[in-house]
Structures are given as structure tokens and as C-alpha cells.
């Protein structure tokens, strides 16, 4: 009985997460606009950014492996995309020395 009571407790905790991700994306649209509101805007990022760490890792991948295939994602993308390449190039180095 136990068991069950565990799949239970996960379900509830990823659908949670899931909920509280869709909530900020929609403040970060609400919000982007809003020049009165920029620290509230940066908030907002940071949090969809720690729900996917935390999604991930309730999916079962580690923060690292996530870290990981970010960087492959994006050193993906910056080769095949030549406008604002070098954003993502500079968001790659930034990774890499973190």
C-alpha cells in the first residue's frame, strides 16, 4: 500500500510542477512588456528555468546530464542558425565555465 501511496505523492508533485511552469510562462508574457516590472520579468525566467531542472530530475535525469544536453542543444543550434549565433555561442562559453 505503501508504493502506491509513493506513485501518488510523484504524480501529484510532477503535476504541481507542471502547473506552477505554465503559471510563469503566462507572467513571463504578461510581464514582458511591462518596463515597470523588470525584476519581476527576471523572476520569472529564473523560475521557469529551476521548474525544468526540477522536472527533469523528477523524470529521472540528473542536473548534469540536463546541463549537458544543453550545451549540445545549443552548440546544435548556433551552427545551424547564423542570426544571433553569437548569443548562443556566448551562452555556451558561459556554461562551460560553470
Not at 520579468?41 to 546530464?65: A, M, P, Q, T, W
Not at 542543444?73 to 548569443?87: G, H, L, P, T, V
Amino acid at each position: 500500500m505503501e508504493n502506491n501511496f509513493d506513485i501518488t505523492k510523484n504524480i501529484k508533485s510532477l503535476e504541481n510542477l507542471k502547473v506552477e511552469l505554465l503559471l510563469k510562462i503566462a507572467s513571463v508574457f504578461k510581464n514582458f512588456n511591462n518596463d515597470d516590472l523588470p525584476q519581476e520579468l527576471i523572476d520569472d525566467i529564473c523560475h521557469v528555468i529551476i521548474i525544468g531542472y526540477l522536472l527533469g530530475n523528477k523524470l529521472g535525469y540528473d542536473f548534469r546530464e540536463i546541463d549537458d544536453e544543453i550545451s549540445k542543444r545549443i552548440k546544435s543550434i548556433s551552427a545551424d542558425i547564423e542570426e544571433d549565433s553569437q548569443n548562443y555561442r556566448k551562452l555556451a562559453e558561459y556554461l562551460k565555465k560553470r
